[in-house]
């Protein structure tokens, strides 16, 4: 079986930084590109950002580029997302997911087949 759970979240004030962390259970991280995801209140999922396989390459969502970083430790099978500079409008519930078979495009959030519950984050001043 599956599992994905996301920790870390918490609040911060604006300006901070804070660090998520998705640990997987039944499957090798490794092996997928690996995608970080938010949902803020009374909006839209939208994607952040998403790391490759080999951990080649990472992807950005323009709201997230030069403050958020995405990496891995295969060793504890988790995916983390780094957060800096954080902004109200930051303020989301955070989850992680990968495709089996893998997305198509980091960006096609609908080919995500496996998720986690998702951590919430509240970011203010």
């Known amino acids: 079986q599956v599992q994905l759970v996301e920790s870390g979240g918490g609040y911060v004030q604006t300006g901070g930084s804070l660090g998520l962390a998705c640990f997987a259970s039944g499957r090798a991280l490794s092996e997928y590109p690996i995608g970080w995801f938010r949902q803020g209140p009374g909006q839209e999922r939208e994607v952040v950002g998403c790391?490759?396989?080999?951990?080649?390459?990472?992807y950005y969502a323009d709201s997230a580029k030069g403050r958020f970083t995405i990496f891995k430790d295969n060793t504890k099978n988790t995916v983390y997302l780094q957060m800096t500079s954080l902004k109200d409008e930051d303020t989301a519930v955070y989850y992680c997911?990968?495709?089996?078979?893998?997305?198509?495009?980091?960006?096609?959030?609908?080919?995500?087949?496996?998720w986690g519950q998702g951590t919430q984050v509240t970011v203010s001043s």
């Open positions: 790391i490759s396989f080999a951990d080649i390459m990472t």
């Open positions: 997911a990968f495709g089996d078979p893998p997305p198509s495009a980091w960006r096609h959030e609908a080919e995500y087949t496996f």
